[in-house]
């Protein structure tokens, strides 16, 4: 007969005690492993696809219509018609996989096609750039994730700071919209075709307005504080600007003239780079022999 002591119970119970830790481990094991395939997968289906808002088209809208400048699209800057200028800047940015001209007019339209751009015709009743750009993302069939207004009376805009608004919109999951500002020059300060900005201590928009901003108690400019103008390029998430499409207009939005201010009046988040840059907007026609000297001190052709 034999005889079970105290110490080969306490053996055996220690072998069980293992065996069924030694079994916990393994599966934790198995499913830490698989769990690592899972998140390897899921990470390859995001390098696969570019990432967070990766998907990016540029958008130019050009109208004839303009009331400041009729026509303003087609004027000549040193030889080339401004839109073909603009695109052929906006073709240089690293970020866009597309950019296309959206147009009301069918002269735009044309001579667009005939310096190789892509054309998306859209309507008259786009009141502002993001209506246009979100009637021609429509038509584009709604394939991107990220839409750049790129204006078209900036033929010197940079395409590094298209790229920089970008990426600023793709690093920001709780802005719906990005744009970039500068330095604002004191000379400029009461000029309302000069759009200014105030950004809080995070970088994100408080307010535009075609006034000074901020405003002193003296009532003038002050050559000491650092104004910041707006360039007037922006990006939207895609699946908001078809909000914004179906937003009302706002009271702010209305007295300005501003477009992006239909954005922080209805409480959505708004990114701002700022970067050196000169700006050279044509808004009226004396505003091409300003950009034509400068394009020839840059040796700009």
């Given at each position: 007969?034999?005889?079970?002591t105290s110490g080969s119970e306490s053996s055996g119970s220690t072998s069980k005690a293992w065996i069924f830790h030694s079994l916990l481990i393994g599966a934790a094991v198995a499913?830490?492993?698989?769990?690592?395939?899972?998140?390897?997968?899921?990470?390859?289906?995001?390098?696969?696809?570019?990432?967070?808002?990766?998907?990016?088209?540029?958008?130019?809208?050009?109208?004839?219509?303009?009331?400041?400048?009729?026509?303003?699209?087609?004027?000549?800057?040193?030889?080339?018609?401004?839109?073909?200028?603009?695109?052929?800047?906006?073709?240089?940015?690293?970020?866009?996989?597309?950019?296309?001209?959206?147009?009301?007019?069918?002269?735009?339209?044309?001579?667009?096609?005939?310096?190789?751009?892509?054309?998306?015709?859209?309507?008259?009743?786009?009141?502002?750039?993001?209506?246009?750009?979100?009637?021609?993302?429509?038509?584009?069939?709604?394939?991107?994730?990220?839409?750049?207004?790129?204006?078209?009376?900036?033929?010197?805009?940079?395409?590094?700071?298209?790229?920089?608004?970008?990426?600023?919109?793709?690093?920001?999951?709780?802005?719906?919209?990005?744009?970039?500002?500068?330095?604002?020059?004191?000379?400029?300060?009461?000029?309302?075709?000069?759009?200014?900005?105030?950004?809080?201590?995070?970088?994100?928009?408080?307010?535009?307005?075609?006034?000074?901003?901020?405003?002193?108690?003296?009532?003038?400019?002050?050559?000491?504080?650092?104004?910041?103008?707006?360039?007037?390029?922006?990006?939207?998430?895609?699946?908001?600007?078809?909000?914004?499409?179906?937003?009302?207009?706002?009271?702010?939005?209305?007295?300005?003239?501003?477009?992006?201010?239909?954005?922080?009046?209805?409480?959505?988040?708004?990114?701002?780079?700022?970067?050196?840059?000169?700006?050279?907007?044509?808004?009226?026609?004396?505003?091409?022999?300003?950009?034509?000297?400068?394009?020839?001190?840059?040796?700009?052709?």
């Open positions: 007969m034999v005889v079970c499913a830490a492993a698989a769990a690592a395939v899972s998140h390897r997968s899921f990470f390859r289906r995001i390098l696969r696809r570019g990432g967070y808002r990766s998907r990016v088209i540029g958008i130019i809208p050009a109208r004839f219509a303009s009331s400041r400048f009729p026509g303003k699209p087609l004027v000549q800057i040193l030889g080339k018609p401004m839109i073909q200028r603009t695109w052929e800047r906006a073709k240089m940015a690293s970020t866009l996989d597309r950019v296309v001209i959206a147009t009301d007019d069918d002269t735009i339209a044309k001579l667009c096609h005939e310096f190789g751009a892509d054309v998306v015709m859209t309507s008259e009743t786009c009141k502002n750039g993001a209506e246009r750009c979100n009637e021609a993302l429509d038509k584009l069939g709604n394939d991107y994730d990220v839409v750049v207004n790129i204006q078209g009376d900036e033929p010197l805009i940079e395409p590094e700071i298209i790229d920089g608004i970008v990426k600023a919109l793709q690093v920001s999951p709780d802005a719906v919209f990005s744009t970039a500002v500068t330095s604002l020059k004191p000379e400029d300060g009461t000029d309302p075709n000069r759009v200014k900005c105030i950004v809080d201590n995070n970088g994100y928009a408080i307010y535009f307005s075609r006034g000074l901003i901020p405003y002193n108690k003296s009532g003038k400019v002050n050559p000491q504080f650092p104004y910041l103008l707006h360039l007037g390029i922006q990006s939207y998430d895609a699946k908001f600007l078809k909000i914004y499409g179906e937003l009302s207009a706002t009271p702010l939005q209305s007295e300005e003239d501003l477009e992006q201010l239909k954005v922080l009046e209805n409480g959505y988040k708004m990114k701002v780079i700022k970067v050196e840059h000169e700006a050279h907007g044509v808004d009226t026609p004396e505003d091409v022999d300003k950009i034509e000297s400068l394009m020839r001190e840059m040796n700009i052709s």
